[in-house]
């Protein structure tokens, strides 16, 4: 194989990689999204007694917060 076909081949995987990142990233985004609007669905279904009922939820959200984060591709570039 020629550089050139070489260097090709690293940019197509390096772009995949980045795309694959970026995808997972998002899916995580969007499993803390549906967590929310259940957590909020249980909110309005308890009423008064949401704090008791939909505790678990709620740390459930606020750990996907803190750790499902959307990164760009510039992480992968380091």
Do not use: F, P
Request: with cysteine.
């Amino acid at each position: 194989m020629a550089i050139d076909e070489v260097r090709a081949e690293e940019l197509k995987a390096r772009v995949k990689e980045r795309e694959d990142l970026i995808r997972e990233s998002w899916v995580r985004a969007m499993e803390a999204k549906i967590v929310r609007e259940n957590m909020q669905k249980c909110y309005r279904i308890e009423g008064v007694n949401h704090g008791e009922k939909c505790k678990h939820l709620a740390e459930k959200y606020t750990q996907m917060l803190q750790e499902n984060k959307v990164k760009g591709y510039k992480h992968i570039d380091v």
